[in-house]
């Protein structure tokens, strides 16, 4: 089975990552636990003050994971690319099951238990350590345990801005359209959402009035089973250390591949060590984790540069632009190196059937059948300056009905399926061929030339200038139809993108 088989050949990463995801549940439920109860606590005991709090944390619920991301990337302290970021989102995830079960645990102990209580002396605070909380323990049990499960399906999404965990061969996989690698990453998320359930419903059974004897055990046996995962996660955890070279890369399968001949370059020609956090969310976010140091380089394309970074008017003049981006990055202490030696320019994709059926060559040519015809693009396409709006201006597109909106990866399949009649793909994408699309000619020459070139930290040059000459080495060297091949390995022959870019580094030059 494809899957055992996988498992087996990436079993140190699949440990690692699991740890990573053991890692950011674990500490970020240990917080909300931490923050919640008092919460809840006060909530129960003072209505007035707590229900401020809980309505913030019913609103936190309520925003989608990907978005809440995105809102703390910019921000000081908690913001940024890894683990930080991560355990922030989730923490307030977990808050609101956590403060409601702990709202009910306490309201619902009995009114007579407290009365006898006060009768035998107690103070309110000796009340609350020694009565109600002993019989509020199952309610907050049950709310740690929903906040748990939930942290395990929403860790995956943080490998999208780095934090690592089993999300990454989702993410992979959906780059890859390769269900073999969804499910490597999947199967064990939901095995682990599994574990970690049965394990708290087991605390909270033992805590229960049958059980409460046994309570204390119950206690000591779940802590001491989290502390060690904890333990064996945060060694998963790598933090940003000296001498490390760390290399990014977008969300798609050119870019996977492209990251991995980097890093082994540099880990080639260098011997220094290089850490991956490949797969991030898109542009914008390997654009700020550049800028703030989180990552030394990645490969970027120069019409994207132009226009979705530094939002300049798009341009057809190839020197020109990577002159301008040239000068945009320095001023912001990046340096652009040398063109990798291909451009990968939107292409305006049709199924080989509809072309030659409909006499279809140009994007002009489209414009008379889009008014019965279907969109699909990627989120970025719909949104940047060079996309999808100024393009049905140029050419004057019309579609039926508004441009269905999903990955990338997904829409090459999508096209060929009939699920939709028209898709923006790259030009080396390996499906074009292998799926029979045509990319429709540019004929306004809407789209500005997009040049694979690698960008880094000019600190990062300065303290290793060895790294500027094993980067300036690949100048040239990957031609368009290289990168098609390359893209039609890792996509058509499910080869791993380490795989293809180690087979593509040790060609003669």
């Not at 040239?326 to 340096?335: C, E, P, V």
């Not at 368009?480 to 293809?500: F, H, K």
Request: net charge positive; proline share 5%.
């Amino acid at each position: 089975m494809r899957l055992i088989a996988f498992w087996r050949s990436h079993a140190a990463e699949l440990a690692a990552l699991l740890g990573q995801h053991v890692f950011l549940v674990g500490v970020s439920t240990l917080a909300a636990v931490l923050i919640g109860v008092p919460i809840g606590l006060l909530a129960a005991k003072r209505p007035r003050l707590g229900a401020p709090v809980v309505w913030l944390a019913n609103v936190a619920q309520t925003i989608p994971s990907l978005a809440m991301f995105g809102f703390l990337l910019p921000l000081p302290i908690v913001g940024g690319l890894g683990a930080r970021v991560a355990i922030t989102v989730l923490v307030l995830y977990a808050l609101l099951p956590i403060v409601r079960a702990t709202i009910v645990g306490i309201a619902g102990v009995d009114r007579s238990v407290r009365e006898a209580g006060v009768a035998m002396g107690m103070t309110p605070r000796q009340l609350l350590r020694r009565v109600e909380l002993p019989l509020a323990l199952p309610s907050i049990v049950s709310g740690v345990r929903v906040a748990a499960v939930v942290g395990v399906g929403s860790a995956t999404i943080a490998a999208a801005i780095g934090a690592g965990g089993l999300g990454q061969y989702i993410y992979r996989g959906l780059s890859m359209v390769d269900t073999t690698v969804i499910l490597a990453g999947a199967i064990p998320a939901a095995l682990l959402a599994l574990l970690v359930d049965g394990g708290l419903l087991w605390t909270e059974r033992q805590l229960s009035h049958r059980g409460r004897r046994r309570s204390p055990r119950a206690v000591v046996m779940a802590a001491a089973a989290i502390a060690g995962l904890l333990l064996a996660g945060s060694a998963a955890i790598a933090g940003r250390s000296s001498g490390v070279i760390v290399v990014g890369s977008k969300n798609f399968t050119e870019q996977l591949i492209l990251g991995e001949i980097v890093a082994q370059a540099i880990e080639r020609d260098t011997g220094l060590t290089v850490r991956r956090q490949l797969n991030l969310g898109g542009t914008l976010i390997c654009d700020r984790a550049l800028l703030a140091g989180e990552v030394d380089v990645y490969v970027e394309y120069t019409g994207t540069a132009l226009t979705a970074i530094f939002r300049q008017p798009p341009s057809t003049d190839r020197d020109g632009v990577l002159r301008t981006v040239r000068q945009l990055y320095a001023d912001s202490g990046r340096t652009l190196l040398a063109p990798l030696g291909f451009d990968n320019t939107f292409a305006i994709l049709v199924r080989g059937k509809d072309a030659r059926e409909l006499g279809l060559r140009t994007i002009a040519d489209m414009a008379r059948v889009t008014p019965r015809w279907r969109a699909g693009f990627g989120y970025e396409f719909l949104e940047r300056p060079d996309g999808y709006p100024g393009l049905a201006k140029t050419y004057r597109l019309a579609f039926a009905a508004p441009p269905q909106i999903m990955d990338l990866a997904l829409t090459y399949r999508a096209l060929a399926a009939g699920q939709v009649d028209v898709i923006a793909g790259d030009a080396t994408a390996g499906l074009i061929a292998s799926l029979d699309l045509v990319q429709l000619e540019d004929d306004r020459h809407y789209f500005p030339p997009y040049d694979a070139v690698p960008v880094a930290r000019a600190a990062t040059l300065l303290r290793y200038p060895q790294v500027r000459v094993a980067l300036q080495r690949l100048g040239q060297r990957i031609s368009a139809a290289d990168m098609r091949a390359m893209n039609q390995a890792a996509d058509g022959q499910r080869l791993d993108p380490a795989e293809v870019a180690r087979r593509f580094l040790d060609r003669p030059r």
